[in-house]
T-cell receptor, first 116, second 116 residues
Framework: AQKITQTQPGMFVQEKEAVTLDCTYDTSDPSYGLFWYKQPSSGEMIFLIYQGSYDQQNATEGRYSLNFQKARKSANLVISASQLGDSAMYFCAMREGGANDYKLSFGAGTTVTVRA | EPEVTQTPSHQVTQMGQEVILRCVPISNHLYFYWYRQILGQKVEFLVSFYNNEISEKSEIFDDQFSVERPDGSNFTLKIRSTKLEDSAMYFC??????????????FGPGTRLLVL
């Protein structure tokens, strides 16, 4: 079974508008962390935001916020006031809580294209 | 801001040849990782490394792969006899040690490997 599911292969958004990228996850571990990374066309992976399973508040980081709905096992990324430089692939990833389990499991990604 | 660096940025090799991909993790980080991303696919975990030994590896990381921390700064991935299907972007990542938190993994810019 997929641990991370991103159902939107591609999205278009108008500059200055907000966009929500969906991410659902599957784990039976009560302790886990959820991460979002941005991959521009140049290829590097840039960390954006993190949410821990026990965090009471939704994470925010500048124009990025995470809509964490634990009961629904979703961790959607919201990008507010989109800019042309936000055009990239966005990956949701999860790390589960095992003591020797450090790996990130990634979703398939969502390509965001910001239109002027 | 400290960052993970990787060399080379691109490598072309013949099938059956050995390649070594190099990484310099962030200096105070203690956990190191290799991931790969085949073109158009999701990022996949290969191996994690802590305290001079492998802490976890995926089924992809077979006997053809090895990792090493030859000195205090470098972290290398060796592919002993490359196959066509090893063509991918290889990412190195590193994270701090934390006894209870969720350490963010910071990624390098990647090495794009092409096996002919």
């Amino acid at each position: 079974a997929q641990k991370i599911t991103q159902t939107q292969p591609g999205m278009f958004v108008q500059e200055k508008e907000a966009v929500t990228l969906d991410c659902t996850y599957d784990t039976s571990d009560p302790s886990y962390g959820l991460f979002w990374y941005k991959q521009p066309s140049s290829g590097e992976m840039i960390f954006l935001i993190y949410q821990g399973s026990y965090d009471q508040q939704n994470a925010t980081e500048g124009r990025y916020s995470l809509n964490f709905q634990k009961a629904r096992k979703s961790a959607n990324l919201v990008i507010s006031a989109s800019q042309l430089g936000d055009s990239a692939m966005y990956f949701c990833a999860m790390r589960e809580g095992g003591a020797n389990d450090y790996k990130l499991s990634f979703g398939a990604g969502t390509t965001v294209t910001v239109r002027a | 801001e400290p960052e993970v660096t990787q060399t080379p940025s691109h490598q072309v090799t013949q099938m059956g040849q050995e390649v070594i991909l190099r990484c310099v993790p962030i200096s105070n980080h203690l956990y190191f990782y290799w991931y790969r991303q085949i073109l158009g696919q999701k990022v996949e975990f290969l191996v994690s490394f802590y305290n001079n030994e492998i802490s976890e590896k995926s089924e992809i990381f077979d006997d053809q792969f090895s990792v090493e921390r030859p000195d205090g700064s470098n972290f290398t991935l060796k592919i002993r006899s490359t196959k066509l299907e090893d063509s991918a972007m290889y990412f190195c990542a590193s994270s701090e040690f934390s006894s209870g938190g969720w350490e963010t993994q910071y990624f390098g810019p990647g090495t794009r490997l092409l096996v002919l």
